[in-house]
């Protein structure tokens, strides 16, 4: 099972870089930003992986995961918003740069979740 669990870790990884790397390739866009297909697949990605990988990390003791559930809900939170935001705009022409920036900067706290809180 430690197989199944790591290759959702990878896929999350990927989720992850597809989002960030979306939001990065349009911070020099000319004309104004948009949010990409790369954004919100990436979102949706990271939405059914990390739910995935917090069920098996809570269900399977086999895995010798220690769930902590109140950062998990924090980043379950956050990126349930990145989500809606990059759902509800995908198809706008360009969005307000506070958006944007919204989006990304959400993005990368939840990195910086997964990295420092212990």
């Not at 197989?3 to 349009?26: C, D, E, K, R, T």
């Amino acid at each position: 099972m430690e197989f199944v669990y790591n290759l959702v870790l990878v896929l999350h990884f990927v989720g992850l870089a597809s989002l960030i790397g979306g939001a990065m390739v349009q911070l020099s866009a000319r004309g104004g930003r948009t949010i990409n297909a790369a954004m919100v697949h990436g979102a949706l990605t990271q939405v059914v992986t990390g739910v995935a990988m917090a069920a098996m990390g809570g269900g399977i003791d086999s895995l010798g995961i220690d769930v902590n559930h109140a950062k998990l809900g924090t980043k379950l939170v956050i990126v349930l918003v990145v989500t809606v935001l990059c759902w509800l705009n995908r198809r706008k022409p360009t969005v307000p740069d506070g958006l944007f920036f919204a989006v990304f900067g959400l993005s990368v706290a939840n990195v910086a979740i997964a990295v420092f809180w212990t």
